[in-house]
């Protein structure tokens, strides 16, 4: 069975950091490319990061080029999204999804993980 686990979500600050994790099982994760997406309250599904299977390739949303990094460890399946500079619209749910182009991991049929929840307050 394919299983997506995040963690790693919290309260944090304005301006701080955060470091967001997906363990993954059941599928061979280096040969997928994955992203991560969040909701905020009462929002829809929104794209963050995707990073390809060789992990060279990296793409981001505006408002997370320059403070967001995605990077994965494929010896230990997981995936890690850094958040720095955090700010209160950086507030959502966090998933991460076995997807790579930004609007398949969005899709209501990407599979998902339930999700870490990373508040954003003073």
């Known amino acids: 069975e394919e299983q997506l686990v995040e963690s790693g979500g919290g309260l944090v600050e304005p301006g701080g950091s955060l470091r967001l994790s997906c363990k993954t099982s059941?599928?061979?994760?280096?040969?997928?490319?994955m992203s991560w997406v969040r909701q905020a309250p009462g929002q829809g599904l929104e794209w963050v990061a995707s990073?390809?299977?060789?992990?060279?390739?990296?793409t981001y949303a505006d408002f997370a080029q320059g403070r967001f990094t995605i990077s994965r460890d494929n010896a230990k399946n997981i995936l890690y999204l850094q958040m720095n500079s955090l700010k209160n619209e950086d507030t959502a749910v966090y998933y991460c999804?076995?997807?790579?182009?930004?609007?398949?991991?969005?899709?209501?049929?990407?599979?998902r993980g339930q999700g870490t929840q990373v508040t954003v307050s003073s």
């Open positions: 999804t076995k997807a790579f182009r930004p609007a398949a991991a969005v899709d209501a049929t990407a599979l």
């Open positions: 059941g599928f061979i994760f280096g040969n997928f490319g």
């Open positions: 990073m390809g299977a060789g992990s060279v390739s990296k």
